[in-house]
């Protein structure tokens, strides 16, 4: 068993930055591949970046390369979403996920626990 709690949301405007932590408690964070989900309203959640185990390699959507960074800290608990350069179209609630998995994955199904969520509005 697993939590997940995200936080750092809020308002920005574009071309701002925000940082979104999670904190995770329950089983051994080493063995999880985590990841992070965004959901804008009236659109199907999607993906926006993955971290393996030990925090050596990532992978982040086309949409948001080069602007998001993603980076672990396992003695913490605790995984950053550092949001640069942030556009309108970021705007959705954003969600941190765990995989108990040795691969990292862009997959939701492969997910298998999720917080509850942080809003991130990025005004024009």
């Known amino acids: 068993q697993v939590q997940l709690v995200e936080s750092g949301g809020g308002l920005v405007q574009a071309g701002g930055s925000l940082r979104l932590s999670c904190a995770a408690s329950?089983?051994?964070?080493?063995?999880?591949?985590m990841g992070w989900f965004r959901q804008a309203p009236g659109r199907e959640r999607e993906f926006v970046a993955t971290?393996?185990?030990?925090?050596?390699?990532?992978y982040f959507a086309d949409s948001v390369k080069g602007r998001f960074t993603i980076s672990r800290d396992n003695a913490k608990n605790t995984v950053l979403l550092v949001m640069n350069n942030l556009k309108p179209e970021d705007t959705a609630v954003y969600y941190c996920?765990?995989?108990?998995?040795?691969?990292?994955?862009?997959?939701?199904?492969?997910?298998?626990?999720w917080g509850q969520g942080t809003q991130v509005t990025v005004s024009s």
């Open positions: 996920a765990v995989a108990n998995r040795l691969s990292m994955s862009m997959r939701q199904d492969e997910y298998d626990y």
């Open positions: 329950g089983h051994t964070f080493r063995r999880y591949v």
């Open positions: 971290i393996n185990l030990s925090g050596g390699s990532t």
